[in-house]
């Protein structure tokens, strides 16, 4: 018998419906040389400015399924303006920096794509003590980074919820120099709503959870063991961590591990469903790809996708959804992160290391290592690079400081006030980190930067204070200004 599909049930079948998602790819086939109908989608879907400030339709996951299907160049080519547009019109030219700190890779399951899996006896376990996480965390504030993603692999005994939780208040008490760790966003496994209250409690920026896969037939076989076996637990995480209190919550699929039109449509479901459930979309959706890693190899998996291929899912995921943040990481060289960029990325890692205890050792270690990291630049580099290329480096944590989560911070997306907001926030925060870390070449290129940045903020008042702030920060050891 056959599932209904309903995108405002709970229960994981119902929202991510598999006859739904053949039944959406058979649509966007027979659709894929439409012109009329992708006219009107690509019009749908650009941003309508008006008095109040600007809004964006969105498509819908047999809309956007159109688009992604589409093989012509010159439509590609649109497709990727309408990204570019949105991205500017919602996020303007910043690009908001993180860092992931690996805690522990002791790990009960056994993902057959992750090193961490429970039957990988070649790598080397560790967990890190409080007093490592304090090492780690001067070394990242030490860098620049103000905005962290802890990640731990699943281990009720070594990696318990309080250890998570111990963990996040250690990084939020390191005070070092300048430095100051402002947000931790948190992925680690699918849990319970009252540890999802806890982690609220805890102060987290985002709670992120990538799906890996859609396909509950695939993603059954591809986590044969361990408590992450249970698809649909996995699946209706996000909704927990809605019923405890997290209203920011991050989406991703592993990037080859299933065909990627799948992928695609059930990852737009999943946004609907929460949009229909909860009033508020994803704060972020992540797009990382399979990676080699210790006894990983990821031919092994045969749905690795190109990478002008994995450009148009990038674009089309920024279509549908035009309010979320889309976070890429260090998975993806400098070539592909440009390229990226362009169609709608807002929030990239810099200078990472994916093992655990990584920032403290000086020579990159790979025996702990998640996943190969492909961009090695130091955050320096990075940063240098984005401004090269007109892009405003922001280190930026003020939104969720402020209250300004779930529909709050969609609300100040729609608005059009993000000139007068992050805007002027971007360039207070890369002002701390020139100040503070950066290379003398980059501290130039910054302040030129800041210069011409300061003249686009609309309100005379808001720039007026914005720059006052900056020379605060030039002339004494002032910071964290935010608006
Ligand atoms: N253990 C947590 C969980 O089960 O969701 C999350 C932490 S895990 C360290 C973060 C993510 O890394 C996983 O969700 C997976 O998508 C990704 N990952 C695992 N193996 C990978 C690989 N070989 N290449 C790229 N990404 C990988």
Not at 53 to 75: F, I, K, N, Y
Not at 123 to 138: N, S
Not at 192 to 215: D, H, M, P, S
Not at 436 to 449: C, F, L, N, V
Request: glycine share 6%; charged share 25%.
């Amino acid at each position: 018998m056959s599932i209904p599909y309903n995108p405002s049930s709970p229960k994981a079948d119902e929202f991510i419906n598999h006859d739904e998602i053949l039944d959406t790819l058979i649509y966007a086939e027979a659709h894929k040389n439409d012109t009329a109908l992708i006219n009107s989608l690509l019009e749908k879907a650009r941003p309508k400015f008006n008095e109040k400030g600007c809004t964006c339709a969105g498509l819908t996951h047999r809309e956007a399924s159109v688009l992604l299907a589409c093989e012509d160049p010159a439509t590609i080519q649109r497709i990727y303006d309408v990204a570019a547009e949105i991205k500017q019109a919602f996020y303007g030219n910043r690009i908001v920096l993180f860092a992931p700190l690996y805690l522990s890779n002791y790990c009960i399951n056994g993902c057959l794509y992750c090193p961490y899996h429970t039957k990988n006896k070649t790598i080397p376990r560790k967990k890190l003590t409080q007093d490592e996480i304090r090492a780690e965390v001067i070394a990242l504030q030490d860098m620049g980074h103000k905005r962290l993603a802890i990640e731990a692999g699943e281990d009720p005994v070594n990696n318990p919820i309080e250890y998570i939780l111990d963990s996040i208040a250690t990084i939020y008490s390191v005070h070092h120099k300048n430095g100051d760790i402002r947000r931790v966003n948190v992925n680690i496994a699918a849990t319970t709503v009252e540890n999802y209250r806890r982690l609220k409690e805890a102060g987290i920026g985002t709670y992120i959870l990538f799906q890996e896969t859609y396909n509950r037939k695939r993603y059954e076989e591809l986590h044969p063991t361990g408590p992450k076996h249970d698809y649909a637990y996995h699946t209706e995480a996000m909704d927990r961590a809605q019923q405890g209190g997290i209203d920011d919550v991050g989406l991703g699929v592993l990037f080859g591990l299933e065909g990627y039109r799948y992928e695609f449509a059930g990852l737009l479901m999943h946004a609907e469903h929460l949009e229909a459930v909860f009033g508020v979309g994803p704060h972020t959706i992540s797009v990382p790809r399979v990676k080699p890693a210790d006894d990983i190899d990821p031919d092994e998996f045969n749905n690795a996708i190109p990478d002008d291929v994995f450009t148009k899912i990038a674009a089309c995921i920024r279509v549908a959804v035009p309010y979320t943040g889309m976070i890429i990481s260090t998975r993806e060289n400098e070539a592909v992160r440009a390229k990226m960029l362009q169609v709608g990325i807002s929030q990239i890692s810099g200078g990472s290391r994916t093992s655990v205890g990584g920032y403290t050792e000086e020579v990159r270690p790979h025996d702990t290592e998640q996943f190969d990291v492909s961009d090695q630049r130091t955050l320096d580099e990075v940063v240098r690079w984005l401004m090269e290329q007109d892009h405003i480096p922001s280190f930026c944590t003020a939104c969720y400081r402020a209250g300004r989560t779930g529909d709050r911070f969609m609300a100040l997306c729609k608005s059009g006030q993000i000139l007068n907001c992050c805007h002027p926030n971007a360039l207070m925060t890369l002002t701390e980190y020139l100040e503070d870390y950066a290379s003398p070449e980059t501290k130039r290129i910054g302040y030129e930067m800041i210069e011409r940045e300061l003249t686009r903020i609309p309100r005379e008042n808001v720039r007026e204070i914005a720059a006052k702030n900056i020379e605060a920060m030039r002339n004494g050891n002032a910071r964290d200004f935010r608006f």
